[in-house]
Each structure stands twice: as C-alpha cells, then as structure tokens.
C-alpha cells in the first residue's frame, strides 16, 4: 500500500470515527469538500503539507499514523529524502504521488 493509499484509507476511517462529514472535515482543515473526497477515494495526486498537518491535528492522530510510517524513524528531514517518500531508491517507474509545500514538492 502506498503513502497515499494509505492517507486515503486512515482520513475515510478517522472521519467516520469522529462523526465528521467530508464538509466538516473540509472546514476545519481549510480545504474544500472535493479535496476530501478525491483524497478518500484516492484520486488526489498531491497534498499540501500544511493540510496534511491540518487532517492529523483535525482527527487527532499523526502525520505518521496518516500516511502510514507510524513506528518508523520520524525525523521530518529524514523522511523527505527517505525512499519511502520517493526519494533514491524509488522504482522509477511507480506511480508518483507529491505532497506540496509553497512550491516544493516531495514524493509520496
């Protein structure tokens, strides 16, 4: 399962969890209706960075929880350049999910 798919899975289970509406969730994490549900139903190729700390503060889990590298190292800078986020060693040929941040790009 990738980052993503995994993001997808955790933000649907948590949201039914807290008995939030995609709307609710969409406000308090100040993105749009749409943006949660194409991230549920995993049709968001990208994610900003100050939404994804946005869902884990809203539905009150981590980052790591979120996107799946819970109990891995959890050293932000690590996890930027660490393969599993797309960095060296990443099949070349994989799909590639980013999450954004002003501009800048990591793979996730």
């Known amino acids: ?12 289970i948590l949201r039914h969890t807290k008995r939030l509406s995609q ?19 995993n049709k968001l190729k990208t994610i900003t960075i ?10 009150r889990t981590s980052v790591d929880d979120l996107l799946g590298t ?14 599993r986020l797309g960095g060296p060693g990443r099949n070349s040929h994989s799909p590639e999910h980013t999450v954004r941040s002003q501009g800048s790009r990591v793979k996730v």
């Open 50 to 59: 100050d939404h994804l700390v946005a869902l884990a503060r809203v539905l």
């Open 23 to 41: 709307q609710e969730l969409a406000r308090r994490v100040g993105c749009s209706t749409a943006t949660i549900s194409n991230l549920e139903t």
């Open 1 to 12: 399962m990738t980052p993503m798919e995994h993001l997808a899975q955790r933000v649907y």
């Open 70 to 83: 819970a109990g891995e190292d959890s050293d932000p800078a690590q996890a930027v350049s660490d393969k």
